[in-house]
């Protein structure tokens, strides 16, 4: 029963990187689909081979995901990861169907933390505070201000050069960096659904603590979310792109480079699982605020904020509802 059930939380798991595959397609190539810098089938095809590389980049956002929440050894302390994967599943294709660029990381967070409320289990609060709320407050922030500020040099670098040779010079640069947008997902975005299938072999006795993660883990996060991202997401992507603001090539290409050095730094220094949607989308609006403020769709803007606020606690009532009826089926205590 036990190593059932530890099967059926990867797979589930797996199919929750698939989730964020194709609801995160939109962070790496919506800005250069958008400003024509690549054709979709290209973007896409670019952005599942980098998310595929970047999963392999390291393993400091997976170990902080995995050290969320210590449910019990066992099989009730699987049923809890599950439900918090289900739920942050459903949350995610909630905010799909409706175009809305919400963050899988904190729903899959949000999922861990209400499964584990729910259930009794113990959370690292502390964890959650220094490692999720606090960059999830000041990734965006700082997202905004510094696509501002680059978008503000490159208009003064360039003002005296010819618009159309500088688009399409910045057409060509926005090849790198929504490469490097993509490369940065995969090691932020499969690194924590390897946090969590660790999670979930470490409490059914599989692994024990401080163990490296298994080859066939890293394999398979990658290649789930990479399948996931060549699906595409184009309800994501046309509010990303598009419905926000028209960007340009030079505004596209300062949004992408500022998310993809945030996701770096934040790996690496911080190791903290912050989201790529909220990176990128701060960004554009912080590149196309230096047109004019009223240039940004402040509207649609609004409601991508409220999608926000609402992920953590609407993914983890999801992932507690789910422990409730799980733990009836499985008769657990």
């Known amino acids: 029963m036990e190593l059932a059930i530890v099967v059926a939380v990867v797979l589930v798991a797996l199919v929750f990187d698939y989730t964020n595959g194709f609801h995160d397609a939109a962070n790496a190539i919506a800005t250069s689909v958008s400003t024509r810098a690549l054709t979709p089938r290209v973007a896409l095809i670019m952005a599942a081979i980098m998310n595929f590389v970047g999963a392999f980049l390291g393993q400091e956002v997976a170990d902080t ?22 739920g942050a599943i459903s949350w995610n294709l909630v905010t799909w169907y409706f175009g809305l660029p919400s963050s899988s990381s904190h729903a899959l967070i949000g999922g861990l933390v209400g499964a584990a409320v729910a259930s009794g289990s113990l959370v690292q609060w502390s964890v959650i505070l220094d490692k999720v709320v606090i960059p999830m407050v000041a990734s965006p922030l700082f997202g905004f201000l510094a696509a501002f ?4 040099g490159i208009m003064w670098a360039f003002h005296k050069r010819n618009p159309h040779k500088v688009n399409r010079g910045f057409r060509q640069a926005q090849t790198v960096s929504a490469a490097a947008m993509a490369l940065g997902h995969g090691l932020q975005d499969a690194q924590k659904t390897m946090g969590v299938i660790f999670l979930a072999l470490l409490t059914g006795g599989y692994v024990s603590e401080g163990d490296p993660l298994p080859v066939w883990v890293i394999i398979s996060a990658a290649g789930a979310i990479s399948l996931g991202t ?12 598009r419905r926000i603001i028209h960007l340009d090539p030079a505004r596209g290409f300062a949004s992408e480079s500022i998310a993809a050095g945030v996701l770096y730094t934040t790996a690496f220094v911080f190791e903290a699982p912050i989201s790529t949607t909220h990176t990128i989308t ?7 605020a230096t047109k004019r403020f009223s240039a940004v769709r402040w509207g649609v803007a609004r409601s991508i904020v409220i999608a926000w606020v609402l992920t953590f606690p609407m993914a983890g009532l999801a992932a507690a509802l789910v422990y409730w009826v799980c733990r009836y089926v499985f008769q657990l205590p």
Do not use: F
């Open 65 to 86: 995901v995995g050290s969320v929440i210590s449910p019990d050894p066992g099989t009730h302390g699987l049923v809890v990861v599950m439900a918090g994967l289900i």
């Open 149 to 152: 500020a680059l978008m503000l």
């Open 230 to 241: 060549y699906s595409g997401g184009w309800r994501i992507m046309r509010t990303l792109g």
């Open 282 to 288: 701060s960004a554009v609006m912080g590149a196309g």
